[in-house]
């Protein structure tokens, strides 16, 4: 059964768009009854695509599910990804053990482990992308409307026990907050593995500032290359042999006429009143599913807040958070990450005893200076035993310690510079930092702006700084943050001392010279570090750059120094006759500079 191939195919007139009516195939191979291009038809009468990868033995059987423009077609191991593949693969053997890979498709399940466990996997292109015709617009609400309907078509098909669950990474976790806050009948548990939430402060526009280091890049390599229309231009399926992005070829000027253009939306709806953002927002309120929020400590500028805003705001009774490390790719894959999950969904999806009542609500694995990993368990987020520490800025020592400003005192630096550091003398004992950070800062301008990049750094006792495999760059540090100065309104109800929460409702210009009390949202982490360790904040005026050898070759991605893709340049946003203008920090008696560290004592 194995390797028979069985083939139906409809033969009814060809549609407009280049498909003929009704038509999708099945195949047995590799152990399961792979059914192709399956039809789900939308509200508005378009029909997208989806693929069902099931039990050869009649019955019926839970669905895992996700929904994206990446090309249900295309294997992981194809140009896009396939450096990504390779170097996981070879790092972490037990990645492609048990399965024949040929169904891996970048950041979702792979069948071939789970099909077999009695699940039916079903990827669906999102419209406008892979096999999906349509408007292709990255994440709005017409996508997550798109997908509650197509986890209602799941619940009631022949197949199907009627429960649902979503799972993916990135793209596929992040598409999960909207559609719960939907409250699709059918879907019973998600499973958002490091994915943002919050589209304006996790990933367009960083503390009001935009981010076009992603935004651009990412969408032209990952989306726009597979887009719908692609058809003889693009990749052709090592899975099947048919075209990933459909069977038209559409010229280039009708591809862009079908999409909406991701870098333009994110520069030019500066705001987060604009509609573009709003629409793209999950009601917290709603959020009731089951979920299991999986974050990685190495995320920053994409994926780490939203996990934990989503833990902590959403309103499901039945919440767990996991927090890991290394590649942002990598532990959904591996046996830890897998197993994880199959012991949330074997819970909530088939109602078996997986040991899952027993789950801690928090999964830690705590994250040591020398690249380490010890999991701890915990109760919540942040931990109730945190000692919320004050480090405070010291402008003329640039030292900052626990002892308050007694002298007033200001240093000042370029707009687009490196900034200042400010430093700890060396750690007299082991410290732990695990929790969100916030940071108070006195500053004044000599234009009518001012963005401020915010890094927490660590060094060893001989200077060299201790940095880390994040989701994406090798030599991350231990946590970032970013704040457009004229964005410095805060909301009362969702700031807390530990997490101030920004409006960005409304520009407030600077008046030159003028002193303003700032904060700024650094986002969580965790680090460990050891006696004669030195602490450090740095307050720059452009992205963090890894002082050391820096390097990486992922195909598509390279030469990476720091900060990854998240990086702050376009010229678009930060003229420098607006924002490379001096910066000044100020600290003493009136006007108190520091750092708040979420010191974690040993239990």
Request: proline share 6%.
């Amino acid at each position: 059964m194995t390797k028979r191939s069985s083939k139906v195919y409809a033969r009814n007139a060809k549609r407009r768009d280049g498909y003929l009516d009704s038509q999708s195939w099945t195949n047995f191979w590799d152990g399961m009854r792979i059914d192709w291009d399956v039809p789900i038809m939308m509200d508005d009468s378009l029909v997208l695509r989806c693929d069902v990868f099931r039990p050869v033995e009649d019955g019926k059987y839970p669905v895992i599910m996700s929904y994206g423009p990446y090309g249900k077609f295309l294997q992981f191991d194809d140009p896009v990804f396939g450096d990504q593949w390779r170097r996981m693969c070879e790092q972490h053997p037990d990645v492609p053990a048990g399965s024949s890979n040929k169904y891996q498709n970048w950041e979702v399940v792979d069948p071939e482990k789970w099909v077999p466990d009695g699940y039916i996997v079903i990827r669906v292109d999102s419209r406008g992308a892979g096999r999906s015709p349509g408007i292709l617009d990255i994440w709005s609400a017409r996508e997550a409307k798109d997908q509650a309907l197509c986890i209602e078509w799941d619940g009631v098909q022949s197949w199907s026990n009627g429960k649902v669950g979503l799972s993916g990474i990135s793209y596929y976790a992040m598409n999960q907050w909207q559609t719960a806050s939907l409250q699709p009948k059918h879907l019973a548990a998600i499973c958002p593995w490091e994915g943002a939430a919050d589209f304006y402060r996790d990933m367009g526009r960083h503390g009001g500032i935009y981010c076009d280091g992603f935004a651009k890049p990412w969408s032209e390599v990952q989306v726009y290359s597979v887009q719908y229309g692609r058809g003889e231009n693009g990749y052709r399926s090592r899975m099947n042999g048919h075209l990933v992005s459909g069977p038209m070829t559409l010229s280039e000027e009708e591809l862009g006429s079908n999409r909406r253009n991701f870098d333009f939306d994110c520069v030019s709806n500066t705001l987060d009143t604009d509609d573009y953002w709003q629409s793209r927002m999950p009601d917290w309120d709603k959020v009731q599913v089951p979920m299991l929020s999986a974050a990685n400590w190495g995320g920053q500028g994409l994926h780490p807040r939203g996990n934990f805003e989503g833990f902590v705001r959403s309103r499901s009774t039945e919440k767990y958070l996991e927090v890991h490390g290394i590649e942002h790719w990598t532990e959904y894959y591996t046996d830890y990450g897998v197993e994880l999950q199959k012991k949330f969904f074997g819970h909530y999806l088939k109602g078996e005893d997986t040991g899952w009542s027993n789950q801690p609500k928090v999964q830690l694995q705590v994250r040591h200076a020398d690249g380490t990993f010890v999991e701890r368990h915990e109760n919540e987020w942040p931990l109730e035993r945190t000692q919320w520490t004050k480090y405070y800025l010291d402008v003329e020592t640039h030292i900052i310690s626990k002892k308050p400003q007694t002298i007033a005192g200001s240093v000042t630096y370029a707009g687009f510079s490196d900034g200042v550091t400010f430093m700890t003398q060396p750690l007299k004992e082991e410290l732990e930092i695990t929790g969100p950070i916030a940071t108070k800062l006195w500053v004044s301008s000599e234009t009518e702006n001012a963005d401020l990049f915010v890094v927490i750094r660590a060094f060893t006792s001989d200077m060299q700084e201790i940095v880390f495999q994040g989701a994406l760059d090798p030599c991350t540090p231990v946590a970032q943050g970013w704040l457009r100065v004229s964005h410095r309104k805060l909301d009362p109800e969702l700031s807390r001392i530990y997490r101030p929460y920004h409006t960005h409702d409304e520009e407030q210009p600077l008046r030159k010279g003028e002193i303003y009390e700032v904060d700024v949202e650094v986002w969580p982490t965790c680090i460990v570090v050891e006696p004669g360790t030195r602490l450090a904040i740095t307050i720059r005026g452009k992205d963090y750059v890894y002082p050391g050898k820096s390097s990486i070759n992922l195909g598509k991605y390279e030469n990476w120094t720091g900060s990854g893709p998240f990086t702050h340049d376009d010229p678009r946003d930060r003229p420098g006759d607006v924002f490379g203008g001096d910066v000044t920090l100020y600290s003493g008696p009136e006007r108190q500079s520091y750092v708040l560290l979420p010191i974690i004592p040993s239990k």
